[in-house]
């Protein structure tokens, strides 16, 4: 196991609704808890996976998915099962759309 | 019309309870999650598992859960069990009108050893608890991992089991036979062989589960529904007499079909007209013919 930390902090939007758990921790597949939090204006998300040495292709992935959303006083944690890269973008994108109710 | 089989335990509970009434105890949020899975370096999940809280059934308060199969294949660990068992504790004390299990485990999480035997030990326990309280409980099985080991004896503890064909249930899992018994005895690979001999319209011509549904979440949710007010009327408390017509039961089942191969020959023994075609029905044709082939605890003294 391998736990990832990432920071970003230029966000603009912050989580409107409740916290929301999407995905299963499964062979390929993870789960994703997003959450209002108080954070100084930043979003934090937290990687624990099962695939160790990625850390690069997890970074890449969480920059993209902070450029796409913008998020602010947001935490996420992850659960990962060694899921791909466009896996975790879409679970991310579902779970952003479980609280704001759609796309940005 | 949506499948059961497909959804994970998270997105079954909004199709099952009333809409919009269930409320989670212990939420994902809260963490609380396996301590022995961090010390063997192995992943976790914030729910460990099991999604347990209270809401309402057809406007009945029903306290509830659902077994998450991706996880472990719904495997109970410690925790898993224990907010099994709050919640049926809990059930107790707010006199609940039932609980409602969508149960999809393989049973003990043997990476918990001890920790998840006495787990699953408990949950019986406290399932027998509830309906000794008079609260009925309704177990569904319809999810891809099926309902094996501790669980399934955990579900045959309940009032009434609602099937789909798809649903398995059983108490050793098909690879557990095959590695202990032989591939001659059992080939877990025979998906068909698996699947009449652990599948629901097995479980349902046997006896085993008391009512068969296609694979619907409307379905269970109307099948829970019925059989909510069914063991209501009746008394939802395990008696005496429900013990010895089980045993009775078992007994007829082991001089019937005790030296029987397949499950082709015990539903050609029940009456069956055309076992071979068993597998190939709908739903709803199938009840229709086994309605009067299926054993059952209250039928024949034969």
Same mark, same amino acid.
């Given at each position: 196991?391998?736990?990832?930390?990432?920071?970003?902090?230029?966000?603009?939007?912050?989580?409107?609704?409740?916290?929301?758990?999407?995905?299963?921790?499964?062979?390929?597949?993870?789960?994703?808890?997003?959450?209002?939090?108080?954070?100084?204006?930043?979003?934090?998300?937290?990687?624990?996976?099962?695939?160790?040495?990625?850390?690069?292709?997890?970074?890449?992935?969480?920059?993209?998915?902070?450029?796409?959303?913008?998020?602010?006083?947001?935490?996420?944690?992850?659960?990962?099962?060694?899921?791909?890269?466009?896996?975790?973008?879409?679970?991310?994108?579902?779970?952003?759309?479980?609280?704001?109710?759609?796309?940005? | 019309?949506?499948?059961?089989?497909?959804?994970?335990?998270?997105?079954?509970?909004?199709?099952?309870?009333?809409?919009?009434?269930?409320?989670?105890?212990?939420?994902?949020?809260?963490?609380?999650?396996?301590?022995?899975?961090?010390?063997?370096?192995?992943?976790?999940?914030?729910?460990?598992?099991? $999604?347990?809280?209270? %809401?309402?059934?057809?406007?009945?308060? &029903?306290? /509830? +859960?659902?077994?998450?199969? =991706?996880? *472990? @294949?719904?495997?109970?660990?410690?925790?898993?069990?224990?907010?099994?068992?709050?919640?049926?504790?809990?059930?107790?004390?707010?006199?609940?009108?039932?609980?409602?299990?969508?149960?999809?485990?393989?049973?003990?999480?043997?990476?918990?050893?001890?920790?998840?035997?006495?787990?699953?030990?408990?949950?019986?326990?406290?399932?027998?608890? $509830?309906?000794?309280? %008079?609260?009925?409980?309704?177990?569904? &099985?319809? /999810? +891809?991992?099926?309902?094996? =080991?501790? *669980? @399934?004896?955990?579900?045959?503890?309940?009032?009434?089991?609602?099937?789909?064909?798809?649903?398995?249930?059983?108490?050793?899992?098909?690879?557990?036979?095959?590695?202990?018994?032989?591939?001659?005895?059992?080939?877990?690979?025979?998906?068909?062989?698996?699947?009449?001999?652990?599948?629901?319209?097995?479980?349902?011509?046997?006896?085993?589960?008391?009512?068969?549904?296609?694979?619907?979440?409307?379905?269970?949710?109307? +099948?829970?529904?019925?059989?909510?007010?069914?063991?209501?009327?009746?008394?939802?408390?395990?008696?005496?007499?429900?013990?010895?017509?089980?045993?009775?039961?078992?007994?007829?089942?082991?001089?019937?079909?005790?030296?029987?191969?397949?499950?082709?020959?015990?539903?050609?023994?029940?009456?069956?007209?055309?076992?071979?075609?068993?597998?190939?029905?709908?739903?709803?044709?199938?009840?229709?013919?086994?309605?009067?082939?299926?054993?059952?605890?209250?039928?024949?003294?034969?």
């Amino acid at each position: 196991m391998e736990t990832l930390h990432f920071r970003f902090d230029a966000g603009s939007r912050p989580l409107p609704g409740a916290p929301q758990l999407v995905g299963v921790v499964s062979s390929g597949n993870l789960e994703v808890l997003i959450e209002p939090a108080a954070l100084n204006g930043g979003c934090e998300i937290e990687v624990r996976t099962a695939a160790n040495g990625f850390g690069a292709t997890w970074e890449a992935v969480m920059r993209d998915f902070h450029g796409r959303w913008q998020l602010m006083d947001t935490r996420i944690c992850i659960n990962d099962m060694g899921a791909t890269p466009a896996v975790v973008s879409l679970r991310l994108d579902q779970a952003v759309e479980s609280v704001t109710g759609g796309p940005p | 019309m949506s499948s059961y089989l497909e959804l994970s335990a998270r997105q079954r509970i909004p199709h099952l309870f009333d809409a919009g009434s269930f409320e989670e105890f212990l939420p994902p949020g809260a963490r609380v999650v396996s301590p022995h899975l961090a010390q063997l370096d192995a992943p976790v999940s914030f729910d460990d598992g099991v $999604v347990v809280g209270r %809401g309402l059934l057809d406007g009945q308060v &029903v306290f /509830g +859960a659902a077994q998450e199969g =991706g996880f *472990m @294949g719904g495997a109970v660990g410690e925790v898993h069990g224990a907010k099994l068992v709050g919640m049926l504790g809990r059930a107790v004390i707010e006199n609940a009108h039932a609980v409602l299990l969508l149960l999809e485990s393989g049973g003990v999480r043997l990476h918990e050893a001890n920790a998840g035997l006495i787990a699953v030990s408990e949950v019986m326990r406290a399932i027998l608890d $509830v309906r000794a309280a %008079g609260i009925p409980v309704i177990v569904a &099985v319809g /999810g +891809a991992n099926g309902c094996f =080991g501790g *669980m @399934g004896i955990a579900a045959r503890c309940a009032n009434t089991v609602i099937m789909s064909e798809e649903g398995r249930l059983a108490m050793s899992g098909p690879e557990v036979i095959e590695t202990a018994n032989g591939v001659e005895e059992f080939d877990s690979k025979d998906r068909a062989l698996v699947w009449r001999t652990t599948g629901g319209k097995h479980r349902y011509l046997v006896g085993d589960c008391q009512l068969l549904v296609a694979d619907d979440t409307d379905a269970f949710r109307a +099948a829970a529904i019925a059989a909510m007010k069914d063991a209501r009327g009746k008394g939802a408390a395990l008696t005496l007499e429900d013990l010895q017509a089980e045993q009775g039961m078992l007994e007829r089942r082991i001089r019937d079909f005790g030296d029987a191969p397949d499950p082709l020959e015990v539903w050609r023994r029940l009456g069956v007209p055309e076992p071979a075609a068993v597998p190939m029905l709908k739903a709803d044709a199938f009840l229709a013919m086994a309605a009067q082939y299926r054993a059952g605890p209250g039928t024949g003294e034969n």
